[in-house]
């Protein structure tokens, strides 16, 4: 079981690891997302947000914000793997997997 603890480093879109977005005091940094382009603390403190933002990046094809960051080896699936436990929800409602 993944434990919010845990991941706090994690986009709560799309799971790339920012090494920051929120710290020990459950604070955001307010930090974005090179992958999806969210901004910690702003609308990924509510999970009906996130789903949302997730839906709609996912529609558009799950674009990089910053491509030339994306890796060689980029896995969306395993990517978003921490992230979709934490929420106990399907990445889209039409789609049960990224």
């Known amino acids: 079981m993944v434990h919010v603890l845990d991941v706090l480093s994690l986009c709560r879109v799309c799971g790339y690891d920012l090494g920051g977005g929120w710290n020990e005091k459950l604070e955001p940094e307010y930090e974005v997302?090179?992958?999806?382009?969210?901004?910690s603390g702003t609308y990924d403190q509510w999970l009906a947000t996130i789903v949302r933002?997730?839906?709609?990046w996912l529609a558009r094809g799950a674009p990089w914000l910053l491509p030339r960051l994306r890796p060689a080896n980029f896995d969306l699936r395993k990517q978003m793997e921490a992230?979709?436990?934490?929420?106990g929800l399907p990445p889209h409602p039409n789609r049960p997997d990224p």
Do not use: I, K, S
């Not at 997302?33 to 901004?39: H, I, K, L, Q, T």
């Not at 933002?53 to 709609?56: E, G, I, L, S």
């Open 53 to 56: 933002y997730r839906a709609n």
């Open 33 to 39: 997302c090179p992958c999806c382009g969210m901004e």
């Open 83 to 87: 992230v979709l436990e934490l929420d």
